[in-house]
């Protein structure tokens, strides 16, 4: 098992940048696939960014692409959202999840349904 904490989270200004952590502690973080996950205020959940085990592999929503980046540390059990040029409609819960059983460079699925572990999640807002 796998516990993942969220930080990074707060009030930015629309244009502005924050960069997301996820800490994982419990089983090698090495483990796991993880991916970013959000939810918009009165909206389902929204797959954002994926990142396979070894971190050779990332991909992004077409909604963040060109504007979000996704990397990790293994050394620091640590995966990373870089979110750049934010907009008001990129306010939502950002949270981690992780995704046991997959090959080292396979991407982590995209159905959110299918991950196994969750973080409590961090709040972004960003103010037009």
């Known amino acids: 098992q796998v516990q993942l904490v969220e930080s990074g989270g707060g009030l930015v200004q629309a244009g502005g940048s924050l960069r997301l952590s996820c800490a994982a502690s419990g089983r090698p973080f090495s483990t796991y696939a993880m991916g970013w996950i959000r939810q918009a205020p009165g909206k389902e959940r929204e797959f954002a960014a994926g990142i396979s085990r070894s971190g050779s592999r990332t991909y992004l929503s077409d909604s963040v692409k060109g504007r979000f980046t996704i990397s990790s540390d293994n050394a620091k059990n640590t995966v990373y959202l870089q979110m750049n040029s934010l907009k008001p409609e990129d306010t939502a819960v950002y949270s981690c999840?992780?995704?046991?059983?997959?090959?080292?460079?396979?991407?982590?699925?995209?159905?959110?349904?299918?991950?196994?572990?969750w973080g409590q999640g961090t709040q972004v807002t960003v103010s037009s």
């Open positions: 999840a992780a995704r046991a059983g997959l090959s080292s460079s396979e991407l982590p699925p995209r159905t959110i349904s299918w991950y196994d572990y």
